[in-house]
């Protein structure tokens, strides 16, 4: 008897083993009361290269709001529905997995397509894509992180598309803000007498790191230490958890996941330590919304205020969150859906668009 319950046991779990690896993705439908809804996961040409769009929403009238995701390399597809339940009732909300990451990735991706030109031009792609699909001229764009610094080339480049340009985690400055960073986490360790993060912050120096990946990752890590990156969420579980039980990520995808990750990090760090948005673009042609986390130093906060405060727009607010770090979006969600959705009531002009 006891052999046998071991056997069902074992037979259970390779059962389960081969459901989260080899079932196909796909996103849940919504019920029957939704019956103007979209509900899609597909893979889409974008750039020559396969990659996968995410979209949902209970009503195909309302506005699109398109996610820029950060990293470069670090998708959301996985755990998205987690935080975006209520937007999904306000909007047609789209996930997109870029280039090289998560479920977009593939090693016929040539590494010298990972620039920041081709992901403008991906996301101008993905605009064009979704307009005509839901029959729209123009969408909400949400940049966080590497997301905002893409989000933001693409607002200057193709401003006739994007009703209104939400930043959260904004790149500001490439250098400055890594310095910023560096030395809030180097105060943090000696007000703590933390001795070995101490010798690994002078081991690699004050920014610019000279071997972007590996000094950024231990930087970083400290950082995470002192919650200056996530102060009430750990996506890296949400991305674990996502893959093992959601249904728009398979086991596999969490191989690309952490392929991706790998391949986009050393294809692209490195390559904004120029970057200056106060110098390059003083000025824009849509409504600029900034989202703040208060703890965050992964991108300081108190730069992108800076930014904010010498930023020339239509119209512009910059919006604290004062429990947050790194991702206000996740960390204080209902805050967020609430000022989403007063973006959306503010510059609606015509219905269905």
């Known amino acids: 008897m006891k052999t ?44 020559g290269v396969e990659q996968s769009i995410l979209i949902r929403g209970t009503n195909k009238d309302n506005p699109i709001v398109l996610f820029l995701h950060g990293g470069p390399g670090y998708p959301q597809i996985s755990f998205a529905r987690k935080y ?32 920041r030109e081709q992901f403008v031009l991906d996301t101008n792609e993905v605009i064009d894509y979704l307009c005509k699909k839901l029959n729209k001229k123009s969408v909400y764009l949400v940049g966080h992180s590497w997301g905002s610094e893409l989000g933001l080339y693409v607002v200057d480049k193709y401003p006739e598309k994007i009703k209104a340009y939400i930043g959260i985690g904004q790149v500001v400055d490439g250098t400055i803000g890594e310095i910023i960073s560096y030395e ?80 986009s990090a050393k294809a692209m760090w490195g390559q904004n330590s120029e970057l200056n948005f106060i110098k390059e673009l003083p000025k824009v042609k849509v409504p600029v919304y900034f989202c703040g986390g208060r703890y965050d130093y992964n991108t300081p906060s108190i730069l992108v205020e800076e930014y904010y405060n010498l930023l020339q727009a239509p119209y512009k607010e910059f919006i604290w969150f004062e429990d947050s770090a790194h991702f206000p979006q996740f960390e204080e969600v209902e805050k967020f859906t609430l000022l989403m959705v007063r973006i959306k009531n503010t510059h609606e002009k015509i219905k269905g668009d």
Request: hydrophobic share 40%; aromatic share 10%.
């Open 4 to 47: 046998k319950i071991i056997k069902i046991i074992i037979l259970t779990i390779l059962l389960s083993f081969l459901l989260i690896f080899f079932l196909p993705s796909r996103t849940p439908k919504y019920n029957r009361n939704y019956n103007n809804s979209i509900s899609e996961l597909n893979m889409v040409e974008i750039g």
């Open 84 to 115: 975006q339940k209520k937007l999904e009732e306000e909007f047609i909300v789209v996930n997109w997995d870029q280039r090289g990451a998560g479920k977009s990735y593939s090693r016929d991706i040539p590494e010298h397509s990972m620039t």
């Open 184 to 263: 809030y986490v180097y105060n943090q360790a000696k007000e703590n007498n933390d001795v070995k993060s101490i010798e690994i912050l002078d081991r690699i120096g004050i920014p610019p790191y000279s071997e972007a990946v590996k000094e950024t990752a231990a930087q970083r890590k400290i950082l995470s230490k002192y919650h200056g990156v996530e102060k009430q969420v750990n996506t890296l579980n949400d991305i674990i958890i996502g893959s093992i039980f959601s249904p728009e990520y398979t086991g596999i995808d969490f191989i690309r996941f952490v392929m991706g990750n790998a391949f």
